[in-house]
């Protein structure tokens, strides 16, 4: 390459490199005479995520806890006082024959029969009750209550008609299950259909 152009390369190359420091220079002495003015922020806080808290039940006394359980208890008393020679078709005669008499009522026979019959009605629609109160009060057992309440009114209609075949003048009769099962259907059927009705109208 001849030497006058390796010359005026030079000179050029030589040009750019001065003009390069020549702007470096100007910068940094632009930034040390304007500097940066930065925001007066206040400091950053560290934001805690908020925290999901669970708020167990409040304990129940043992009055609430027991209570229902005591009712259901002193009521299966009761039926099994009137299943033994307390709830003789004599006794019951002794009360309702005045009044039938000051009635002037002719079939006395019929209507003590009616009459018992509905003690066994109001007897275990009274129990299927205190059941339905018991267990809905029981949130483990609140799914299926329905269920555990007729089979229980059930289970005890029998153990109630099998204790009376060792009752004098008592016996026990599958009709009077019957009786004694659907009256607790009837009462649940209701107690179901409450609580349904109960929650579409808060929705």
Known sequence: M?????????????????????YINFCQRRQKMFPPIEPDLPPRRH???PRIIIVPDPPRSRFRRYFP???VGLWMVVIFMASTGLG?????????????Q?????NVGAVQIV??????VTEYSIFALLLSYLLL??????????????ACIFLYACSDEF???????RHASMHDVMIDTTSGFVVLSLVAGLRRLFRQREI
């Open 2 to 22: 001849p030497s006058a152009h390796l010359g005026a390369l030079h000179t050029e190359q030589g040009g750019w490199h001065t003009e390069c420091a020549c």
């Open 47 to 49: 934001v805690e995520p």
């Open 69 to 71: 359980v005591a009712l």
């Open 88 to 100: 003789r078709p004599e006794n019951s005669a002794r009360i309702l024959d005045p009044i039938l």
């Open 102 to 106: 000051f009635f002037n009522v002719k």
């Open 115 to 120: 009459f018992r019959k509905l003690g066994h």
């Open 137 to 150: 009060s029981r949130r483990a057992l609140r799914q299926w209550w329905f269920a555990i309440a007729l």
């Open 163 to 169: 204790h009376q075949i060792f009752v004098p003048e």
